[in-house]
């Protein structure tokens, strides 16, 4: 998971791309039933509204997936609505949060195992139309309720929330856990994040442990004193969030916070 500012997204939006974002919304607005509107969310027109989005946001911001942050976006359209637009697994008379399908505070990058349902032999995980709540009695089914969308909690981590990142931890083996001293609401936002994010896919975790393993190895070399501007150098690149797996790197690397270096690189006081 890492953290995402919208002010970065904002500024690369420009006024075209608004205004074809504002005349799909007018129509999907305007539609006058459920299979209308769902026609209309179907059409390559809508798709390039997202397409078109995606194009936009600085190459940052498209390294890697903001989920999981591996860097193989593996998906032909990248964009997820974080508030699904065509249906809510958990509530079955909810039609989705449609009115929000062109709302580019509502899109997330991800790839395809954390956007899509998937089921392993050892786990199952994947996004698709869930959206669970800490407060389900507050979700807004139609756009006029902005009160009860304003006062959604979600039950799992937003990579736009900036305390949300904090929550999550890695075990030893690059198993995804909440943060130690996480309360249970907070608990509750991880355990659904893995099962919704496929965070315990076995190649990703795998590629956490390889992660801790080479902070390891850097972390050494300064406790040796053998080229620790080298070491220091790699780990500044590991945990910067434009780099795969950076929050794996960051939980690692706290492990060592006594060493002044490892201090320095987390500016840690």
């Known amino acids: 998971m890492r953290w995402i500012c919208k002010d970065d997204i904002e500024e690369c939006l420009t006024q075209a791309w608004r205004d074809m974002a504002d005349q799909a919304k007018a129509e999907l607005m305007a539609a006058p039933d459920l299979a209308t509107r769902k026609a209309i969310l179907n059409r390559a027109a809508s798709s390039k509204v997202w397409r078109e989005f995606y194009k936009r946001l600085p190459e940052n911001l498209k ?10 976006i593996r998906a032909d359209m990248p964009i997820d609505h974080f508030r699904p637009k065509n249906k809510v ?3 079955r008379k909810h039609d989705g949060y449609w009115w929000l399908a062109f709302d580019w505070e509502n899109y997330r990058c991800a790839c395809t195992l954390c956007n899509s349902r998937r089921n392993f032999e050892e786990t199952q ?3 698709a139309c869930k959206f669970p709540l800490e407060n389900s009695e507050s979700r807004a089914f139609q756009p006029n309720e902005l009160a009860k969308l304003r006062d959604e909690r979600p039950g799992f981590l ?3 929330n900036p305390d949300d990142e904090k929550l999550l931890w890695f075990d030893n083996d690059g198993m995804p856990i909440p943060k130690p001293e996480a309360n249970k609401e907070q608990v509750c936002k991880v355990e659904n994040s893995v099962d919704i994010f496929h965070l315990h896919e076995a190649r990703i975790v795998r590629e956490r442990n390889k992660i801790r393993i080479e902070v390891e190895k850097q972390v050494k070399k300064i406790r040796e004193e053998n080229d620790v501007q080298g070491a220091k150098t790699k780990l500044r690149r590991m945990v910067r969030d434009s780099e795969k797996l950076s929050r794996a790197a960051v939980i690692y690397l706290r492990a060592h916070r006594e060493l002044p270096e490892v201090k320095e690189i987390l500016q840690l006081d």
């Open 89 to 91: 697994e958990e509530e």
């Open 125 to 127: 995980g994947g996004k």
């Open 63 to 72: 390294k890697k997936c903001w989920y999981c942050e591996s860097e193989d």
């Open 158 to 160: 937003d990579p736009f």
